[in-house]
């Protein structure tokens, strides 16, 4: 499955940002070539230990949405991926990770943590952890997805769940192939990118009062035998 890469850029301030416009990129290159080079390795260090512009200067990868032009959240075509950021864990975050796991395969229907899950890993700040899965029959929005999901696995228990996840065009920072706890091979050969058309990406709609309410966004959904 190919993501759009945002590799870090310096503005004309001075101040690093992600770039404009994407790099396509196959997941294995992202994680042998970016998540495995020793500059990642070194700004996530950095800013662990405290500088704070070292995160900046990281690349992001956009996992819910992908676009050829520059990134808006209007513009995104989805990927039919959700990413759930629960921030703030105060426990080791590699237990965290195979605690809820565990949870998954008790309470969830058989199986759906290896046809659902598709990447987890360890955030920049090394307290967070970043859950990226299928989008969920029944949801048709990403924070409906988000809200889902963390009440059926009990995931506020370890953290803050970061309910600004709500948009195709969020990034993430990129970590050291150390940090990945999961991922999925099988998912990212069987998934591709969901078909949602122009006027379904319409931020708003006018209601039937003439009001404007905010568009619920329906992902089409895919089923994935393994």
């Known amino acids: 499955m190919i993501f759009d890469v945002y590799n870090p850029v310096l ?8 770039s404009s416009v994407p ?11 970016i998540m495995a080079s ?15 512009d070292a995160k900046k200067s990281l690349p992001c990868v956009c996992f819910m ?10 513009k995104m075509k989805p990927t039919n991926l959700v990413m759930i950021d629960i921030d703030h864990i105060e426990r080791d975050v ?17 199986n759906w943590w290896f046809v659902n899950m598709m990447i987890a ?24 997805n ?33 940090e990945l706890l999961w991922e999925n091979a099988q998912l990212f050969a069987a998934l591709e990118p969901a078909w949602v058309s122009t006027d379904l990406l319409k931020n708003e709609v006018v209601s039937e009062e003439g009001k404007k309410e905010p568009k619920k966004l329906i992902i089409e959904q895919y089923l994935i035998d393994i």
């Open 121 to 144: 890993y360890i955030t920049q700040s090394g307290k967070g952890l970043r859950l990226v899965f299928v989008a969920q029959p029944g949801y048709s929005t990403i924070l409906e």
């Open 23 to 33: 790099v396509k990129r196959e997941w294995a290159e992202i994680r042998d070539k």
């Open 146 to 178: 988000i809200n889902g999901i963390a009440q059926a696995l009990e995931l506020e228990r370890f953290g803050d769940i970061d309910r600004a996840c709500k948009d195709f065009s969020r990034l993430s920072f990129l970590v050291p192939v150390s």
């Open 11 to 18: 503005t004309k301030d001075g101040v690093w940002a992600p």
């Open 94 to 110: 590699r237990e965290v990770f195979e605690e809820i796991k565990n949870t998954s395969e008790s309470i969830m229907p058989e």
């Open 38 to 52: 020793e500059e990642v390795a070194t700004k996530v260090a950095a800013f662990r230990n405290g500088d704070a």
């Open 65 to 74: 949405g992908t676009t050829d032009s520059k990134r808006r959240a209007d």
